[in-house]
């Protein structure tokens, strides 16, 4: 390499050389860099910081033209940003255009280190390179760069190269800058000192402000991964609620940017940036955690009589008691009529009286089955009809006479609505309360400290008779009330709950739409979720077709289209 370090004593002779810079021309440059330093830190975008780098080393050293590069585990120069104005050639970033050119191995197929190009050597030797011009320039590559001349009939001349560290003097990148444009004559000059300390300092801050970037990011994702592990050991517990954890976190954030984006009305104020964004999307991701202490025979209990099996079988066999029982006394009966002479009449009579009392077995027998479901709502004939099975006397497998029922199957069996009994449900919602108390229990930054409370608020009403807080509207954030539209909204048209099939939307919207008239649900954020079509977009997505009818949004109870 000794050609290529003559090259550049002779490239860095040639910079020193020129007219020293105009103290207020540097004076505003370095006032430059240090507004974009700023700018830097406060980027949370990475393609727009990768981007904001470049443009900024390009504006401070007056260069037409500049690449970014990154270094990848893979020990390869990563093209992330390329940028030419006179041409208007830009590619990465922001653009959406991709970066066609292959990345710049750092050690070669025999295992020796890239020096020959120019991004290479930088990167693996931590030196800035000033090249006047690359078609006099000795010792590096630039064959790629002629080649690119040719086809776009651009002059590639000067080049600056410089490496980027990080606080941890590692090399994460390479900028390089190319044709420094003269301010007054507008000819392609050389890199000056000047330009070469201050795209030096530029690509110090840069590496940092990236470095800390993609820390942040790393934490983000390692963060977000442990929330994953949590809903993973809800879905492994049961199935019936991994979906339910992946699905109200996106409907969450469908609704809030529905309403981020209502520009009159009651909720024309709010507005979100996107740390309110990511708040959100954590909070929803967190909104059951508490789920991970709520026993499992409770979470899918599928049926009224489910405990660690469904106790509906053993009904089924006492059934089958009483039905040998009545054949066993029509047998006895008949012995009698036969003993006495009885005549044709009365054994046809007996007989009959045996199909009646098994017709009604079986009816009995079908209507606990079917109360055994659940439902919305049980009627209190159906009840009573329960009770009086319940009064059935059998005789046990201890030889003891007992109610056909015990009370806890009556106390299940005549449950109102779904399968759950009052204590369990009580077991059932104190998973907000755990919720709550783990999160609260969590150090949250300043961006997150707001996730317990939109997290914790999605089973409280806006009447104050939810839970666990009691808490009214007005004590509530956007947020949580937005949640509490999404949970129950989800919940409805879930199709894999184990005691319900997923209702329609038309049936969905009509439950929604009574819980806003009772105080239930906000009212205001019930017409944006309706107006702005919400519910449309999210069957889409979650529902199948047969769920997705027509909704006719006049009939909506509560909603004025």
Wanted: proline share 4%; net charge negative; charged share 30%.
């Amino acid at each position: 390499m000794s050609g290529s370090t003559v090259d550049r004593t002779q490239g860095m002779k040639l910079a020193a050389g020129m007219a020293a810079e105009p103290a207020d021309d540097l004076g505003q440059r370095l006032e430059q860099l240090n507004a974009i330093g700023a700018s830097l830190s406060a980027e949370r975008d990475i393609h727009r910081l990768l981007e904001n780098i470049l443009t900024a080393a390009k504006t401070i050293t007056r260069a037409d033209g500049g690449t970014l590069y990154r270094v990848t585990d893979e020990r390869t120069l990563r093209f992330e940003i390329v940028r030419t104005t006179s041409l208007k050639y830009y590619l990465g970033g922001t653009t959406g255009n991709p970066v066609p050119f292959y990345p710049i191995h750092l050690v070669g197929k025999d295992g020796k280190p890239n020096h020959g190009m120019v991004a290479a050597y930088a990167a693996l030797t931590g030196e800035t390179v000033n090249i006047p011009d690359a078609y006099t320039a000795e010792g590096f590559d630039f064959t790629g760069t002629r080649n690119f001349d040719k086809k776009t009939g651009y002059r590639s001349k000067s080049f600056l190269t410089v490496p980027m560290k990080n606080h941890e003097n590692e090399i994460i990148g390479v900028l390089q800058l190319l044709n420094a444009i003269h301010p007054k004559s507008g000819e392609i000059v050389a890199f000056s000192p000047s330009d070469q300390r201050l795209a030096e300092s530029l690509a110090s801050q840069a590496a940092i402000a990236l470095t800390n970037r993609m820390l942040i990011i790393q934490l983000e994702e390692l963060f977000e991964s442990f929330i994953t592990l949590i809903n993973m050991a809800i879905d492994e517990k049961s199935p019936y609620t991994g979906g339910h954890c992946q699905r109200v976190p996106q409907l969450t954030m469908m609704l809030a940017e529905a309403v981020n984006e209502t520009r009159q009305g009651p909720l024309e104020s709010f507005n979100m940036n996107d740390k309110d964004r990511y708040e959100l999307k954590i909070a929803g991701l967190l909104h059951d955690c508490g789920k991970v202490t709520t026993p499992v025979h409770v979470v899918d209990k599928a049926t009224k009589l489910e405990t660690l099996f469904d106790r509906i079988h053993l009904i089924d066999t006492r059934f089958e008691v009483l039905k040998r029982d009545a054949e066993l006394e029509l047998l006895k009966e008949k012995a009698l009529l036969v003993a006495h002479g009885a005549p044709r009449a009365e054994h046809d009579a007996a007989d009959a009286r045996h199909r009646e009392r098994l017709r009604r077995l079986d009816e009995d027998r079908a209507f606990l089955r079917a109360c055994n479901i659940g439902g919305e709502a049980m009627r209190e004939a159906d009840s009573e009809r329960v009770k009086a099975i319940a009064r059935y006397r059998w005789t046990d497998i201890s030889g003891h006479e007992a109610n056909f029922l015990s009370e806890d199957e009556l106390k299940n069996l005549t449950i109102r609505a779904g399968t759950l009994t009052g204590d369990e449900r009580q077991v059932i919602n104190h998973h907000i309360v755990a919720t709550i108390k783990m999160l609260e229990a969590l150090p949250w930054p300043k961006h997150l400290k707001n996730v317990p409370e939109y997290a914790g608020g999605h089973h409280e009403r806006m009447d104050g008779k939810g839970y666990p807080k009691g808490l009214t509207r007005e004590q509530m954030s956007v947020q949580a009330r937005v949640m509490g539209i999404a949970d129950i909204f989800e919940a409805l048209t879930a199709k894999d709950r184990p005691y319900k099939k997923g209702k329609t939307l038309s049936e969905s919207l009509e439950i929604l739409g009574k819980f806003r008239l009772n105080g239930h649900i906000d009212p205001d954020l019930f017409d944006v979720f309706v107006r702005r079509k919400v519910y449309r977009r999210y069957a889409e997505m979650f529902l199948d077709k047969e769920q997705i009818d027509e909704v006719d949004e006049s009939k909506i109870p509560g909603y004025a289209p």
